[in-house]
């Protein structure tokens, strides 16, 4: 019984391999000609999907940058080329030299009769004048043709190439209504096809436009890079078993756009997205579309939520108005950016055609200058002076020094801001009324060695780490003589900072002597909402400051409002405590004014920074009362004029 069954699977298995056998003889040998002739005449050509870039939004869900869908009118490469010859009399060499030009007598309109359909249509529908449709193609020719001459002397035959049956954009940004009446009546546009193009939208202008960033196209040499990285991202993935492959998804295609400056360039891979592919059988012979084939839909990039509050950006650029230079609102206890404010500002939306003009300007619109400008404090740095004095013990509270409006060290005369000086001061009535002999003298007890640790204890001369590009570190000099501690004590000298380092500085104060990590990545989630990753501080360190020595300072800081140098500014209303800075630029009546300072003192929630370039007045003067107008928004229940 069982050798018959066993028989039978044996006849079974040979019919079917017989019939396989028989089938492949078919295909292979008796009709080769006929599938050879179809896939002659058959190719497959692939284009990319664009993917939808992420949104950028504040804290609270605001909209500050989203793509918007535009459309494109692209035409098939052949369609171009017949009306460049017939319209523009472009010459293209390897045209009279084809068997086909040569047996024919008639024209070219007469043999290609419906490839200029489209054009005189389009033109139509657009109120276009052919010719400005046809406005680019010679360069698209151009390039086209030299890349099929190349290929063609390198095969040593004729070759039809794959951008032969791309599309290419002759009108862009086409109203949705006119896209429709294309769409329903596409046999009147042959040849032509829609192409749905992202564009990036900043709703609110010019706001935040330095936190932002904006976009831009590869150039290419950019192109080269990314799509070398792209190329390892690819082996990568497929070394390591995941199924994303150059067969599903495209990299950076030329002339693509990508994030310039601002958070659009520092989180350019997740707000980026995945392009997808579309895979399309054509006829050769006249290039049409046959069928998809495949289709890969493109992976939006994720949202990114920011730390600022759009609010307070926003009254805080109101509040800087036309002055040259910056505002930073930090939490002193989160290091969360608020606002970051800086003047000059630009226009995202409208950069491709402001950029040449903008980047030429002398007050340099482009620069961040919370972050990138790197200048002399001035007496806001006496409370770093003052931590390390104390700290070292190098003087105490109660240390007095007298200042007749000047003091000497060998044959240099060094002066305080005030002619008449400010008497005999301990350290109390000194940081309120800005004495700089007070600080002068304590440099020469102090030493430049700690008063450069304590510096850097303090982040001054070292970049904050926050999350965005080009970040500035200032300058720290490691001082060599005493008359060169002397002058960095008060913040002047070869010192540079940033007003995020001041901010940041002050924020150990307010919150107690904890240098904080600035950051404005809230988080980041996907397309489907979720969350896929938060911001994780990586630098944040416990200074070793003394309670007592922090309480000093704390009163001292509220005396500057109070009794000080930013007396009757408005700004003891909100319990502001602070400091006052001039720093001078070594031209007459030429001043960096600062204000730095957190509110409120018995409880800080909000430290800030506010610096105005390149003015005749003082600190005080200049920045307090722009310090008081930000306050009146941060604090409107404190206002009295509510």
Not at 249 to 272: F, H, I, P
Not at 537 to 564: F, Y
Request: net charge positive; charged share 20%; with cysteine.
């Amino acid at each position: 019984m069982y050798p018959f069954r066993f028989k039978m699977i044996l006849i079974i298995f040979f019919l079917l391999f017989t019939g396989i056998v028989v089938r492949l003889f078919q295909l292979q040998i008796i009709e080769s000609d006929k599938y050879k002739g179809i896939s002659k005449t058959r190719r497959l050509t692939s284009y990319a999907l664009d993917s939808i870039r992420g949104s950028i939004v504040d804290r609270h869900g605001n909209v500050l940058a989203v793509d918007h869908h535009t459309f494109d009118i692209t035409v098939q490469y052949k369609n171009l080329l017949y009306c460049a010859i017939t319209y523009k009399n472009k010459t293209i060499s390897r045209i009279p030299e084809m068997e086909v030009h040569k047996k024919t007598k008639k024209s070219c309109k007469e043999c290609h009769e419906k490839q200029d359909v489209w054009l005189k249509k389009l033109s139509q529908l657009l109120n276009i004048q052919p010719e400005k449709l046809l406005e680019g193609t010679n360069q698209i020719i151009e390039r086209v043709e030299k890349l099929k001459q190349n290929i063609e002397k390198k095969y040593g035959r004729a070759v039809r190439i794959k951008e032969e049956t791309d599309f290419y954009p002759v009108a862009a940004n086409v109203a949705w209504e006119k896209v429709i009446q294309i769409e329903i009546n596409q046999d009147n546009f042959p040849g032509t096809r829609i192409t749905p193009k992202p564009k990036r939208i900043y709703p609110e202008q010019e706001l935040a436009a330095h936190i932002l960033g904006y976009m831009s196209n590869l150039n290419e040499d950019e192109w080269k890079v990314h799509s070398n990285n792209w190329n390892n991202f690819i082996l990568a993935s497929s070394s390591a078993g995941d199924d994303t492959s150059s067969l599903l998804y495209d990299g950076y295609a030329k002339n693509d756009t990508v994030g310039r400056a601002g958070v659009e360039s520092q989180y350019e891979e997740e707000l980026r997205g995945l392009r997808g592919k579309r895979f399309e059988e054509i006829i050769c012979k006249n290039t049409q579309i046959e069928k998809t084939v495949l289709e890969r839909p493109s992976i939006p990039g994720n949202t990114l939520y920011l730390t600022l509050d759009s609010q307070i950006q926003a009254h805080a650029e109101k509040s800087l108005g036309k002055n040259l230079g910056a505002i930073v609102v930090m939490n002193p206890g989160t290091g969360e950016i608020l606002a970051m404010a800086s003047n000059p500002r630009f226009n995202p939306n409208t950069i491709d055609k402001d950029f040449s003009k903008l980047i030429r300007r002398p007050s340099k619109p482009f620069l961040n200058r919370a972050v990138q400008g790197a200048l002399p404090p001035g007496s806001i740095f006496k409370i770093i002076t003052a931590t390390a004095a104390l700290s070292s013990n190098s003087i105490t509270t109660q240390t007095p020094f007298e200042c007749p409006g000047y003091t000497k060290y060998k044959n240099i005369v060094f002066r305080c801001w005030s002619d008449y000086g400010h008497g005999l001061v301990t350290l109390e009535d000194a940081i309120p009324y800005s004495c700089n002999v007070f600080f002068f003298e304590t440099a020469k007890m102090l030493g430049g060695d700690t008063l450069y640790a304590w510096a850097k204890k303090f982040g001054i001369g070292e970049k904050t780490g926050i999350d965005l590009p080009h970040e500035k570190s200032g300058n720290l000099p490691k001082t060599a003589t005493t008359a060169s501690v002397m002058n960095v004590a008060i913040g002047q000298g070869a010192l540079l900072t940033t007003p995020l380092q001041l901010v940041r500085a002050y924020a150990v104060i307010a919150n107690g002597g904890t240098l904080v990590q600035p950051h404005l990545l809230l988080k980041i989630t996907n397309s489907r909402g979720e969350t896929v990753r938060s911001f994780q501080s990586e630098n944040t360190q416990k200074l070793q400051i003394p309670p007592a020595i922090i309480s000093t300072l704390r009163m001292a800081l509220q005396d500057v409002v109070t009794r000080g140098t930013a007396k009757d500014k408005g700004l003891d209303i909100y319990k502001v405590a602070g400091k006052t800075g001039t720093a001078e630029t070594g031209r007459h009546k030429d001043n960096h004014a600062w204000f730095v300072g957190y509110a409120p003192y018995d409880n800080p929630q909000y430290c800030f920074a506010i610096l105005v370039e390149h003015t005749s007045g003082h600190g005080g003067d200049i920045a307090g009362p722009i310090a008081t107008e930000l306050m009146s928004y941060l604090f409107p229940e404190m206002n009295p004029a509510s």
